[in-house]
């Protein structure tokens, strides 16, 4: 069987990390959640990686977000909890992992996806990129921490905006919004930004960044998420959540 998660180390200490599962446009489930926990425990033990690079496999995804198909099971506040915990604490470790991460937004980022590539440092955009923080469509809100992000990467206008009309941006529309830096052609592009980030030190990489977490520590940051999870965790056992989760899953059949 392929493997969900793919590691591909390439020169000057940079990582790519593939989302491997193409034929679920990318979508995260429970062994995938386990999948990139381990390989941020990896990762952050070696010293030598300077740029982490997280991806989607092919070219329609980068992350369409949580596996409907497999949460479905999850009907209970309680039930969902588990595994909107489980995800906010993998966002934060992506949030605050000591060195550069970068986003290829290869695809569509929906959903949850769309709150992945918030955690990261940075987001890079092909062509044909779709984003989207589209929870309020399906009667909840981000679970996974991704509004917590947002707001300390974007200006709250603009945060709110995303958030409230559950719209879709075209890479364009993202990068005006401020949530894309760029956009590039691919990989090769991705690999020459951070060529220039993985040419310094990892000592100088490490404490740029954790200025950072510092200053989120001060806001509040992981106690911010933990609260939007549990505001999710209500929202998701409600009928109009669940309600559209059953219309998913039948137009999926």
Request: hydrophobic letters at 45%; aromatic letters at 8%.
């Amino acid at each position: 069987m392929e493997p969900i998660l793919l590691r591909e180390v390439k020169e000057d200490g940079i990582v790519i990390l593939q989302i491997n599962r193409p034929a679920q446009m990318n979508a995260i489930n429970f062994a995938m959640i386990e999948e990139l926990q381990s390989a941020l425990d990896w990762a952050e033990q070696d010293e030598t990686i300077k740029v982490l690079i997280l991806r989607g496999a092919g070219d329609r995804a980068f992350c369409s977000g949580g596996d409907l198909g497999e949460f479905h099971t999850l009907t209970t506040k309680e039930s969902a909890y588990k595994m909107l915990w489980s995800m906010g604490r993998l966002l934060l470790r992506i949030a605050e992992f000591p060195r550069p991460t970068i986003a290829y937004l290869n695809g569509a980022a929906v959903g949850g996806g769309c709150e992945i590539a918030a955690a990261c440092d940075f987001r890079l955009a092909s062509e044909g990129a779709k984003v989207g923080f589209i929870q309020g469509n399906q009667a909840i809100t981000t679970g996974w921490g991704g509004a917590s992000l947002l707001y300390e990467k974007l200006q709250p206008a603009s945060a709110l905006e995303m958030l409230y009309s559950g719209k879709v941006y075209r890479a364009t529309e993202a990068i005006d919004m401020g949530f894309v830096q760029r956009q590039v052609a691919g990989i090769e592009e991705v690999l020459e930004f951070a060529a220039p980030i993985a040419a310094k030190q990892s000592a100088v990489l490490a404490a740029y960044k954790e200025a950072l977490v510092k200053k989120w520590a001060q806001s509040r940051l992981a106690e911010r998420i933990e609260e939007e999870i549990r505001s999710c965790s209500f929202l998701w056992e409600g009928d109009d959540h669940l309600n559209a989760v059953r219309a998913f899953n039948s137009r999926s059949k």
